[in-house]
């Protein structure tokens, strides 16, 4: 079992930064990618970011590449999506996910664990 819950959301001006967190519950976190993703009102989820249980191997959306940063830290249970130069089209719930798997993965099918997601909203 692994409980999730993310924190770091809020309303920010477009061109700004943000820094989601996630805090992860359980033993097999660091044996675990994690993921992110996002949903906009009336669209499905989406992928955002993904990292291997190691922190290598990053992927990301061609929609956030070079602008946001995925990062964990294993000693403290912790996966960070640091969001630079954002845009309205960012405006979303943003879901931290934990895989079933110990490699990094763009496919929702593959995460088992999801938290309840933090407001993000670009102004422009």
């Known amino acids: 079992q692994v409980q999730l819950v993310e924190s770091g959301g809020g309303l920010v001006q477009a061109g700004g930064s943000l820094r989601l967190a996630c805090t992860a519950s359980?033993?097999?976190?660091?044996?675990?990618?994690m993921g992110w993703f996002r949903q906009a009102p009336g669209k499905d989820r989406e992928f955002v970011a993904t990292?291997?249980?190691?922190?290598?191997?990053?992927i990301y959306a061609d929609s956030v590449l070079g602008r946001f940063a995925i990062s964990r830290d294993n000693a403290k249970n912790m996966v960070y999506l640091q969001m630079n130069s954002l845009k309205p089209d960012d405006t979303a719930s943003y879901y931290c996910?934990?895989?079933?798997?110990?490699?990094?993965?763009?496919?929702?099918?593959?995460?088992?664990?999801w938290g309840q997601g933090t407001q993000v909203t670009v102004s422009s």
């Open positions: 996910a934990a895989s079933t798997q110990s490699g990094a993965t763009s496919s929702q099918d593959l995460y088992r664990y």
């Open positions: 359980g033993r097999t976190f660091s044996s675990i990618a």
């Open positions: 990292i291997s249980y190691t922190g290598a191997t990053p």
